[in-house]
């Protein structure tokens, strides 16, 4: 009779514990609701924004923004990356510049590079 009756009472504390540990979840399930924020629409928005940035940059006299990129040999994540560059900086209203090198010569790199500086485009 005594391991019975304290098997009710721990069955009844188990049931006390649980019940108020789905209070407590179901408490702060809807008490922090999620926000599903979209990364594309987000990017979408801030490239208008630096576009109407730009634009309202050169409506005051200035120059356009210039991207120039000086790429140095053949690997195909760089081609990536710089493709990615060039469509972002000409969605928000900027020139893009690429200069091309099969392989790293020193001389021809320091020369494309003072053109850039030197350009006034750039």
């Not at 009472?9 to 999620?34: D, G, M, P």
């Not at 120039?68 to 972002?88: C, M, Q």
Request: hydrophobic residues 45%.
């Amino acid at each position: 009779v005594a391991s019975f009756s304290f098997l009710l009472f721990l069955q009844s504390r188990l049931e006390y514990i649980c019940v108020f540990s789905i209070k407590t979840f179901c408490f702060i399930f809807h008490r922090y609701e999620a926000v599903v924020i979209s990364g594309t629409e987000m990017a979408k928005q801030i490239q208008k924004e630096i576009h109407q940035g730009v634009e309202s940059w050169i409506a005051l006299g200035h120059r356009r923004p210039h991207l120039s990129i000086i790429l140095v040999g053949d690997n195909p994540a760089s081609h990536t990356y710089v493709r990615n560059k060039i469509k972002a900086a000409s969605a928000v209203g900027g020139y893009v510049g690429i200069f091309t090198l099969v392989k790293y010569i020193d001389s021809r790199l320091y020369q494309i590079s003072a053109n850039c500086h030197l350009g006034k485009n750039v």
